[in-house]
């Protein structure tokens, strides 16, 4: 493979590197290569990852008020950009592209400063801070969302919404069509929160489901996420309860878990968000609370402004107020086919190759690109 080389530069969480991973997929399919600049936490998430090469560079997050924790986290980062300007220099990348998260800073500081244009993708409902510190240095701002609130006034025009980018498997999935709920049939429920959430799935939605009358909580067939801690309890609690249920730390098929479902109950981050779309599922959300920039918020009302998910914020969040909303669609699965069509209808499978091709233009010299 001959084309421009473009180096993606994604933190080590899902949140970063699944998007990354999708366009990383798209721009070797359009004939570019690919190289990868992460953090030291990406570990097994990077294994499938499209890239030529991965190289590892320094980088903290600021986060605290004390003097001594900013200044360490300040001279990371500064070895971070050290180590990305001898790695651009090495590599020679047309393009690099951040995804957002502190990461992203150092690779595309460096970029900035030795002139190889940059561009960076916002997935989120907010614009993120290190996005917004990096906005100001870029070519090209990509959103997820077609409204993101928090990007500078000044750099505005450089803003192109192209979506989130998707995973293979998730476009896969995406394409089992809505399984319609029959009046008095099985609702299949997914139940997940990540590594942040998942600690108050456990804490409610068993609860919940214990308040259900017998004859609805039979009806319930339940795949749950579950810290390894809570996994026990969350069995018990189902077990001679519902249909049926399978409750396990992590599910390596989660999209296909996805598309079988009739509704989800889970966090609200930008690629959950994103892949609720595109495979077309209602919800319940429940955004993390206590988000400096409360973009799962954000995220989630999006999806709640046209229907197609009920908001919760965690404070309301009790086994009584999630009884009830499962209960009525139980005795109400018309909401869940509407719920789920206007989901689709806000999904957008074709991000990834979106993206691809405003990192390619970006790639392409200008004497070129005037042909």
């Known amino acids: 493979m001959t084309g421009p080389l473009i180096l993606l530069s994604a933190g080590g969480t899902g949140g970063h590197l699944f998007p990354a991973e999708a366009l990383g997929g798209a721009l070797r399919r359009a004939g570019a290569r690919v190289a990868l600049a992460t953090d030291q936490r990406v570990g097994a998430l990077a294994a499938d990852f499209p890239a030529d090469e991965a190289v590892t560079i320094a980088s903290a ?204 109950v889970s966090r609200s981050g930008a690629s959950t968000v994103a892949e609720l779309a595109v495979i077309g599922r209602p919800a319940i959300l429940v955004p993390l609370p206590g988000a400096l920039d409360q973009d799962q918020a954000a995220n989630a009302a999006m999806l709640a402004s046209i229907g197609a998910a009920t908001v919760i914020p965690q404070a309301d969040f009790t086994p009584e107020r999630l009884a009830e909303e499962i209960a009525s669609r139980l005795k109400e699965p018309q909401r869940l086919t509407e719920a789920a069509k206007a989901a689709k209808s806000a999904g957008i499978p074709d991000a990834a190759e979106r993206l691809s091709t405003l990192v390619l233009h970006l790639a392409t010299p200008p004497s070129q690109a005037e042909r």
């Open 61 to 264: 997050t600021p986060s605290g008020r004390a003097p001594v924790q900013m200044a360490k986290a300040g001279l990371t980062l500064g070895l971070g950009v050290l180590q990305a300007l001898a790695v651009i220099r090495k590599l020679r990348p047309a393009v690099v592209v951040g995804f957002g998260g502190y990461p992203t800073v150092p690779p595309v500081l460096a970029a900035a400063i030795l002139g190889v244009p940059t561009l960076i993708h916002e997935q989120n409902g907010v614009m993120g801070r290190a996005n917004r510190l990096l906005a100001r240095y870029v070519a090209a701002i990509a959103t997820g969302f077609r409204e993101v609130k928090g990007i500078p006034a000044s750099v505005k025009a450089s803003v192109t919404h192209t979506g989130n980018p998707i995973r293979p498997a998730v476009l896969a999935a995406a394409e089992a069509p809505y399984p319609p709920l029959d009046p008095g049939g099985r609702l299949g429920l997914l139940v997940f929160g990540g590594s942040q959430g998942a600690r108050v799935m456990s804490d409610i939605v068993p609860p919940a489901i214990e308040r259900l009358p017998a004859d609805l909580a039979a009806r319930l067939s339940i795949v749950q996420q579950a810290r390894p801690e809570d996994v026990a309890r969350v069995r018990a609690a189902y077990e001679g309860r519902v249909a049926s249920f399978a409750v396990e730390p992590f599910f390596k098929d989660l999209p296909r878990r996805m598309a079988e479902a009739h509704l989800v």
